[in-house]
Nanobody, 127 residues
C-alpha cells in the first residue's frame, strides 16, 4: 500500500515562499514518477510539477520559474519549493506517484497517469 504524506503548507503573503515535502513509504520511490498537484473548490485537480525517475522535471507554465520540484531518493521524499507566491496559487496541494508518466513541455503532470495520492496540505496566499 503506497503511503504519501504531505507537509509544509501554510499561510503566506503574496511574494513569499513555502517548501512542501512529501514523505513516501511502501513502494519503490526511486523508480516512480512523482508529481505535485493542486485543487481549489469546484475546480479540477491540476498538475503543477513532475519529477521523472531519470531526474527530468517538468512544470505547468503557470508556475515555471517560480516553483522547483526535487526529490531525495535516499530519504524517499519529494519537495516543492514555491517562490514568488501569488493569491491564485492558493489551493490544496497533493503529491502523487505513478509507475510511468509522460513529459509534455509546458504542462504539468497528467492527472490520469497518477493513481496513488496523499491527503494534501493547504497553501493560502493572501494579497
Amino acid at each position: 500500500q503506497v503511503q504519501l504524506v504531505e507537509s509544509g503548507g501554510g499561510s503566506v503573503q503574496a511574494g513569499g515562499s513555502l517548501r512542501l515535502s512529501c514523505g513516501a513509504a511502501d513502494f519503490a520511490f526511486r523508480y516512480h514518477c512523482m508529481g505535485w498537484f493542486r485543487q481549489t473548490p469546484g475546480k479540477e485537480r491540476e498538475g503543477v510539477a513532475g519529477s521523472m525517475d531519470d531526474g527530468r522535471t517538468f512544470y505547468a507554465d503557470s508556475v515555471k520559474g517560480r516553483f522547483t520540484i526535487s526529490r531525495d531518493n535516499a530519504k524517499n521524499t519529494l519537495y516543492l519549493v514555491m517562490n514568488s507566491l501569488k493569491p491564485e496559487d492558493t489551493a490544496m496541494y497533493y503529491c502523487a506517484a505513478a509507475p510511468f508518466c509522460t513529459l509534455t513541455i509546458g504542462l504539468g503532470p497528467a492527472l490520469r497517469e497518477y493513481g496513488d495520492w496523499g491527503r494534501g496540505t493547504q497553501v493560502t496566499v493572501s494579497s
